[in-house]
Each structure stands twice: as C-alpha cells, then as structure tokens.
C-alpha cells in the first residue's frame, strides 16, 4: 500500500512540476521580442563580402525589424570595426522599430581606399544595440554585431561569379523541388495501383 501511495505521489508532483514548468514559460514567451538585424553582406560561414575597386564606394543598408511583441524597440548603431571605410549616411544613430515593423533602413557607405590592391580586405563591423532613449541610456534588451568583408576582387569576373553562384542556389533548389514532386507523384500512383 505505501508503494502505491508513493507512486501517486510521485505522478502528482510530477504532474505539478510540469504544469509550473508550462506556466513559466508561457510567461517568458510573453517577454520575448523578436528583434533582429539583416543585411546583403555579411561574413562567416556563406560569406557574401562586398566587392569593391581602388577607391570605389558603395551605398549600402542594414534593415532592422520587431516582428514579435507589443513593445516598440530602438537601437543605436556604431561602427565597431573598419571605421576609415565606413560612414553612417542617416543624420541619426537612433533607430526607432515599432513593433510588427521590418525594413527599417540604416544606410551607411562603404569606401575602399585609392591604394587598395588586388586581394586586399577589411572587415567593416557595427554593432545594433537596443537603448531607451526615453531615459538616456540602455535597456535590457537586443544586441547585435554584424561583420562583412569588403574585398578588392581579383578580375572582375569575381563578382559576376559570386551573382552566378546565387543563381546557381535557386536553379539547384528548383531541381530539387521537381525532383521531389516527381517522387510523390510516383508513390501516390503506386498506392493507388
């Protein structure tokens, strides 16, 4: 009789840790915001560098969104790296992201030095910090360092190359995609046989 009693003992703690557990993190999920940073170039594994000649620049744009939450967010945006090559072109540094909101431009431009030579790279960093500027300062929030390289490319084919590769990527995909339709058309005929 004890052995039973301990047993349903047991499943009822066990039964109340799950439920406490389900109820925690259903109120986490409530705090939780989905605020991110995304870009054309970036660096890392997949890396896409921005290729650029001796003394060309380019203007770029890093987008920030909120896509979760009922809290709108502001992020303050530095350059943390490659600063000679690299100018915020916004006459602000203070971005605010409504919540529900993506596409929130940040241009900056992007210079490669006269004296670059063939090869060369830098890496250009900026960081994405969630501040509140209502009070002056930061928040507990989101933070993110974003990186790409810029590269003076070897021949101008580099860059036509880095295009044809992603285009490579979505013919590879849609192959793929028929394949698998031509599978299931295949197994949907022989069950119905």
């Given amino acids: 009789m004890d052995c039973k009693n301990s047993i349903k003992m047991e499943n009822k703690n066990s039964t109340k840790l799950v439920l406490s557990s389900l109820l925690v993190l259903t109120v986490l999920a409530s705090f939780i915001s989905a605020t991110g940073v995304t870009s054309l170039y970036w660096n890392g594994e997949n890396a896409r560098p921005l290729y650029l000649q001796p003394g060309e620049s380019k203007d770029i744009y890093f ?27 916004d006459s602000k540094d203070i971005y605010e992201v409504p919540t529900q909101t993506e596409n929130i431009k940040v241009n900056i431009k992007v210079t490669m030095p006269q004296t ?7 890496i250009i960093g900026l960081a994405f910090t969630a501040v509140n500027p209502s ?45 698998l339709g031509i599978i299931i058309w295949f197994v949907k ?5």
Avoid: C
């Avoid at 502001?74 to 072109?89: A, D, M």
């Avoid at 810029?150 to 295009?163: C, F, K, L, M, R």
């Fill in 63 to 89: 987008e920030l969104q909120n896509m979760v939450g009922t809290s709108d967010v502001s992020f303050k945006v530095q350059v943390i790296n490659g600063s000679e090559f690299v100018k915020l072109l």
């Fill in 116 to 122: 670059a030579k063939v090869g060369e790279k830098h």
């Fill in 189 to 193: 005929k022989n069950r119905s046989q």
């Fill in 135 to 179: 009070a002056g300062g930061f928040s507990l929030g989101s933070a993110f360092d974003k990186y790409f390289d810029i590269i003076v490319p070897v021949d101008n084919n580099s860059i036509t190359e880095e295009e044809d590769s992603s285009n490579n990527m979505y013919l590879y995909l849609l192959i793929g995609i028929l394949i």
